[in-house]
Structure formats: structure tokens, C-alpha cells
């Protein structure tokens, strides 16, 4: 059974930072790719960050450029989103996903979906 488990959400204030962390079962990186996603209140869904393995490649969204880091740890089949400068523009529900390719149509491209974890930016 495939599933990803998210954590590490949770309340900061702007200029802070969080790490968000995702346990993934049931497949491996190479199977996979891995995006974040994030949705905030009364917004689409967007990508925030897809890393392939199979290539080494990592496409971030433009507005986290520059802040946010994702790693993994393959023999652990763990990936984590570093989250630094935050800011409450990015304020949302935060998801992992398995993705068969990234690009820019990765979220129509996914597999499976965590359940979600908060993330709350204060001003």
C-alpha cells in the first residue's frame, strides 16, 4: 500500500523557518517522483517543488526560489521541504505527492497525495 505521511507543520512567525517532513511506503524513488504542493484558503492547489531522481532534477516555483530547499534521504525514503524566510503569503496546507514526471503539469501528474499538513505564517 502506497502512502506518504507529511509533519512538521505548524505556526511561525514571518521570517521564520519550519521543516516540513514526508514518509513515504509502498514505493520507491525511482518509481517516483516527489512534488510539494500547497493550497491555501480559497485558492487552487499549487506546485511548490518536484525533485525526480531519475534525472537529479529539481523545479522550484518561482515565488519560493531562494527560500525553500527540498532534499531526500533515499535509503530512508524520507524527502523534506526546508522552509526558510517565511512568509504569510505562504500560508497553506501543505502536501507530498508521488508524481510520475515533473514540469509544469506535475500536480495533473500525481499518483498519490498525503493528507495535508498546515503551515500558518504570521505577520
Known amino acids: 500500500e502506497v502512502q506518504l505521511v507529511e509533519s512538521g507543520g505548524g505556526l511561525v512567525q514571518a521570517g521564520g523557518s519550519l521543516r516540513l517532513s514526508c514518509a513515504a511506503s509502498g514505493f520507491t524513488f525511482d518509481d517516483y517522483a516527489i512534488g510539494w504542493f500547497r493550497q491555501a484558503p480559497g485558492k487552487e492547489r499549487e506546485g511548490v517543488v518536484c525533485?525526480?531522481?531519475?534525472?537529479?532534477?529539481?523545479d522550484y516555483a518561482d515565488s519560493v526560489k531562494g527560500r525553500f530547499t527540498m532534499s531526500s534521504d533515499n535509503a530512508k525514503n524520507l524527502v523534506y521541504l526546508q522552509m526558510n524566510s517565511l512568509k504569510p503569503e505562504d500560508t497553506a496546507v501543505y502536501y507530498c505527492?508521488?508524481?510520475?514526471?515533473?514540469?509544469?503539469?506535475?500536480?495533473?501528474?500525481?499518483?498519490?497525495w498525503g493528507q495535508g499538513t498546515q503551515v500558518t505564517v504570521s505577520s
Open positions: 525533485i525526480d531522481s531519475k534525472d537529479n532534477s529539481t
Open positions: 505527492a508521488a508524481v510520475v514526471t515533473c514540469g509544469p503539469r506535475a500536480q495533473a501528474m500525481v499518483d498519490y
